[in-house]
């Protein structure tokens, strides 16, 4: 079974910067791709980044130039670099991979809070 596990996360002045951590531990053979999302207290979980097998990325408009991702396949690792933090930015953060034959599996989320 595979699991996700985030880290990183907590309280950081508008402004500032944090880098979170996604650890994949399990049977991971295939290749995949990974990234990461948020939800905000009220609002719709929304895709921020992915990164594929190959190192390409997309990134939603909201964060684009702001936040970075990155990935380590050999340690089966994702990061995700965030810059000039916003207060709307204050939500749980989420990563994920996507496997062509098991669809899409997500870890516990991080807490990632914005306030001055």
């Known amino acids: 079974q595979v699991q996700l596990v985030e880290s990183g996360g907590g309280l950081v002045q508008p402004g500032g910067s944090l880098r979170l951590s996604c650890e994949v531990s399990?049977?991971?053979?295939?290749?995949?791709?990974m990234g990461w999302s948020r939800q905000a207290p009220g609002k719709q979980r929304e895709q921020l980044a992915e990164?594929?097998?190959?190192?390409?990325?997309i990134y939603e408009e909201a964060v684009k130039g702001r936040f970075i991702i990155s990935r380590d396949s050999a340690k089966n690792m994702a990061f995700l670099q965030m810059n000039s933090l916003r207060l709307e930015d204050t939500a749980i953060y989420y990563c994920?991979?996507?496997?062509?034959?098991?669809?899409?599996?997500w870890g516990q989320g991080t807490q990632v809070t914005v306030s001055s």
């Open positions: 994920f991979i996507w496997r062509h034959d098991q669809g899409t599996t």
């Open positions: 399990g049977n991971i053979f295939n290749i995949y791709t």
């Open positions: 990164i594929t097998s190959t190192g390409s990325t």
